[in-house]
């Protein structure tokens, strides 16, 4: 791994937070992803599933964390189960973590080799009255390839029968969505680095660059800093390509007049910012790109100033959107005859800007937490309205990564990250 490891203390936390929601007598096991396959021999660089980082630190294939808090042996409490390395494994793929360096990333004292895992698991289930499975239940999920996860489940289903079956997955989803202090800590991180990004790109945009050169120079900072890089897929659309809304070709030329838009972040120990920012490619912006781009600016400091404890994520939406109707009529882009004719199914609004302002942020880019429920203090919220109008040529986003507060306006994680047309302007043409 590139990045430096996180203190144990926060998984040590964790865990405690997800055992104190589990039934009693409960055992609940987690798998890491698998290395997925491409063709021929080759794969997919390893991506771990951010449910068993989250409790573990672990960063490692074929890992089993177990949590069984009622467990008679309190070594058995708390345990991993990891791949053991051998002379073969160490020249071919190089070094997998001992036993006490997984103890020590993790704080879990009781480490076996994955050979193992089978004699202990199923002695634990004797003792256990529940058994809790981890299924993916994030709303946008749409999953077509079989995890390793679901082989577990599949595979060890007989041994289950006596037990009642819970799901992980929606105790994930509360405590995950609040964020200890390392978390937010290396969120800023990764800001950060999205920063350095950001800067170093803002002069070398110019007419004639290729959108995919845009995209080569974010890449160079963010490994350079010790990201693995980029928190997702990178879009980087100029003119006509910033109205489609996750264009991710990022192969066309940049054209003088055109607008830039960037939707594009680095990670940082596995944990996502999630930036964009729509630049001149020419350098000015013109009078009309100005005035739809303070109208989205607008919006994105309204929706932010709304970021409170208690907050329905419905009564956010329905403000931003009398807002933005206001923006958009103002812009000359809706008439009053349209605003009247809406539908609550479909406002007028939703002509220029289609998709939500805010998604929860963490070691998923969409990360995990209940839009049904109130908002809470240390939630990390993108904002990130925007205004699209394919006829004019123009796509606008502006978004920035937020941390709700207790009181006050919550923190901008991105404050430093220009946004105002006069810094833009001034760094692109210094």
Same mark, same amino acid.
């Given at each position: 791994?590139?990045?430096?490891?996180?203190?144990? &203390?926060? #998984?040590? @936390?964790?865990? =405690?937070?997800?055992? !104190?929601?589990?039934?009693?007598?409960? %055992?609940?096991?987690?798998?890491?992803?698998?290395?997925?396959?491409?063709?021929?021999?080759?794969?997919?660089?390893?991506?771990?599933?951010?449910?068993?980082?989250?409790?573990?630190?672990?960063?490692?294939?074929?890992?089993?964390?177990?949590?069984?808090?009622?467990?008679?042996?309190?070594?058995?409490?708390?345990?991993?189960?990891?791949?053991?390395?051998?002379?073969?494994?160490?020249?071919?793929?190089?070094?997998?973590?001992?036993?006490?360096?997984?103890?020590?990333?993790?704080?879990?004292?009781?480490?076996?080799?994955? &050979?193992? #895992?089978? @004699?202990?698991? =199923?002695?634990?289930? !004797?003792?256990?009255?529940?058994?809790? %499975?981890?299924?993916?239940?994030?709303?946008?999920?749409?999953?077509?390839?079989?995890?390793?996860?679901?082989?577990?489940?599949?595979?060890?289903?007989?041994?289950?029968?006596?037990?009642?079956?819970?799901?992980?997955?929606?105790?994930?989803?509360?405590?995950?969505?609040?964020?200890?202090?390392?978390?937010?800590?290396?969120?800023?991180?990764?800001?950060?680095?999205?920063?350095?990004?950001?800067?170093?790109?803002?002069?070398?945009?110019?007419?004639?660059?290729?959108?995919?050169?845009?995209?080569?120079?974010?890449?160079?900072?963010?490994?350079?800093?010790?990201? =693995?890089?980029?928190?997702?897929?990178?879009?980087?659309?100029?003119?006509?390509?910033?109205?489609?809304?996750?264009?991710?070709?990022?192969?066309?030329?940049?054209?003088?007049?055109?607008?830039?838009?960037?939707?594009?972040?680095?990670?940082?120990?596995?944990?996502?910012?999630?930036?964009?920012?729509?630049?001149?490619?020419?350098?000015?912006?013109?009078?009309?790109?100005?005035?739809?781009?303070?109208?989205?600016?607008?919006?994105?400091?309204?929706?932010?100033?709304?970021?409170?404890?208690?907050?329905?994520?419905?009564?956010?939406?329905?403000?931003?959107?009398?807002?933005?109707?206001?923006?958009?009529?103002?812009?000359?882009?809706?008439?009053?005859?349209?605003?009247?004719?809406?539908?609550?199914?479909?406002?007028?609004?939703?002509?220029?800007?289609?998709?939500?302002?805010?998604?929860?942020?963490?070691?998923?880019?969409?990360?995990?937490?209940?839009?049904?429920?109130?908002?809470?203090?240390?939630?990390?919220?993108?904002?990130?309205?925007?205004?699209?109008?394919?006829?004019?040529?123009?796509?606008?986003?502006?978004?920035?990564?937020?941390?709700?507060?207790?009181?006050?306006?919550?923190?901008?994680?991105?404050?430093?990250?220009?946004?105002?047309?006069?810094?833009?302007?001034?760094?692109?043409?210094?």
């Amino acid at each position: 791994m590139k990045y430096l490891p996180l203190d144990s &203390q926060l #998984f040590i @936390k964790n865990r =405690k937070k997800f055992g !104190a929601k589990l039934k009693p007598n409960s %055992l609940a096991v987690f798998n890491s992803n698998d290395i997925y396959p491409v063709s021929a021999d080759s794969t997919l660089p390893f991506q771990q599933h951010s449910d068993i980082l989250y409790l573990s630190g672990i960063d490692q294939e074929e890992s089993i964390l177990v949590l069984f808090p009622n467990a008679k042996d309190p070594k058995h409490r708390e345990m991993l189960f990891m791949k053991e390395t051998n002379e073969h494994i160490a020249i071919w793929e190089g070094h997998k973590l001992t036993k006490e360096e997984a103890a020590t990333l993790s704080g879990i004292q009781t480490v076996y080799w994955l &050979q193992d #895992f089978e @004699k202990v698991f =199923k002695s634990l289930l !004797a003792e256990a009255e529940n058994i809790y %499975l981890n299924t993916n239940e994030h709303p946008r999920h749409a999953t077509e390839t079989e995890t390793r996860e679901d082989r577990f489940i599949k595979n060890h289903k007989d041994l289950f029968i006596k037990l009642n079956i819970e799901k992980s997955n929606p105790i994930l989803h509360q405590i995950r969505a609040i964020k200890e202090p390392e978390e937010i800590t290396t969120i800023q991180h990764a800001c950060n680095i999205t920063e350095k990004g950001f800067r170093r790109v803002l002069p070398f945009v110019k007419p004639g660059v290729a959108e995919y050169e845009i995209e080569a120079e974010f890449i160079h900072e963010f490994i350079r800093n010790r990201s =693995k890089g980029f928190a997702y897929t990178p879009i980087i659309a100029s003119g006509l390509n910033a109205t489609v809304l996750h264009y991710i070709e990022n192969n066309q030329i940049c054209q003088s007049g055109d607008l830039l838009l960037m939707d594009v972040a680095a990670e940082y120990a596995n944990y996502s910012s999630d930036l964009t920012r729509t630049i001149p490619v020419s350098g000015r912006f013109t009078q009309r790109q100005k005035d739809v781009y303070n109208a989205v600016l607008r919006v994105k400091n309204y929706a932010t100033s709304l970021l409170k404890p208690g907050l329905l994520f419905k009564e956010y939406n329905e403000a931003i959107g009398e807002m933005m109707t206001k923006e958009l009529q103002d812009l000359g882009l809706l008439s009053k005859s349209d605003v009247q004719n809406q539908t609550e199914e479909k406002p007028a609004y939703k002509n220029y800007f289609m998709h939500g302002t805010s998604h929860f942020l963490g070691l998923d880019t969409h990360d995990y937490g209940d839009t049904t429920q109130p908002m809470q203090v240390n939630m990390v919220l993108t904002v990130e309205p925007g205004i699209y109008i394919p006829e004019e040529n123009m796509g606008i986003r502006l978004e920035d990564n937020v941390v709700i507060q207790e009181q006050g306006e919550p923190i901008n994680l991105m404050k430093n990250i220009p946004i105002e047309i006069e810094e833009i302007e001034e760094l692109m043409n210094a």
